[in-house]
C-alpha cells in the first residue's frame, strides 16, 4: 500500500491487534500503551481486519521486515494489516494481506501515513498512532457496510 518516511517522502507499497511491552523499557508509559491498546482493539472491532502494530527498528530493509512481521502475525494474513514503525529511522510502513488490501486501497494508506507523519514531526508518536489507526479503520469501514 503506500509507505513514506517521516521526512516526507512517499512511495506506493502494497500492504496494520495487540500491544505487548511486558518489562516497559520501551517508548511507551502504561497510560500510553493502555490508549494505543484501545485503539487498536477499536479499529479491529469495527472493520474486522486483525490490526497490529510494531515499534521498534526495521532493520536495513525495512519493507521486507515490515512483511516478515506481518506473515508472522498468527493471524489470517489475508485479511490483518500491519502498521510498523521505526522512529530512530524514520520510517512507517503498512503492510495488508490480500482481502485487506481491497478494503484499504493505496490512496487510503497514503492518508493514513501523511496524518501520522504530521503527528510524528512534532514529537507525538502516540498521538500519531492512534490518528492513524482511525484513519485506516475509517477508511476500511465494518465489514457488513461494504456491500450497501
Known amino acids: ?16 491487534g495487540s500491544v505487548t511491552d511486558e518489562t516497559h523499557t520501551g517508548p ?5 500503551l ?6 487498536l482493539t477499536m479499529a479491529s472491532r ?8 510494531y515499534v521498534g527498528d526495521l ?3 525495512t519493507r521486507t521486515t515490515a512483511e516478515q512481521l506481518h506473515a508472522r502475525s498468527g ?15 524514520r520510517v512507517l510502513e503498512i503492510v ?11 490512496r487510503a494508506c497514503a492518508l493514513a501515513v501523511l496524518s501520522m507523519t ?18 485506516l479503520s475509517d477508511a476500511a469501514g465494518h465489514p457488513s457496510n461494504r456491500h450497501r
Open 1 to 16: 500500500m503506500a509507505q513514506q518516511n517521516t521526512d516526507g517522502d512517499t512511495s506506493t507499497r502494497e500492504s496494520l
Open 28 to 32: 511507551f508509559a502504561f497510560r500510553d
Open 34 to 39: 493502555a490508549r494505543i491498546d484501545e485503539a
Open 46 to 53: 469495527e472493520t474486522g481486519l486483525f490490526i497490529t502494530l
Open 59 to 61: 532493520g536495513s530493509d
Open 75 to 89: 493471524a489470517d494474513t489475508s485479511n490483518s494489516v500491519l502498521v510498523a514503525l521505526s522512529p530512530e529511522q
Open 96 to 106: 495488508t494481506g490480500a482481502a485487506a488490501a481491497r478494503r484499504l486501497p493505496d
Open 118 to 135: 504530521g503527528r510524528l514531526g512534532s514529537g507525538d508518536l502516540v498521538g500519531a498512532i492512534i490518528n492513524g489507526l482511525r484513519q
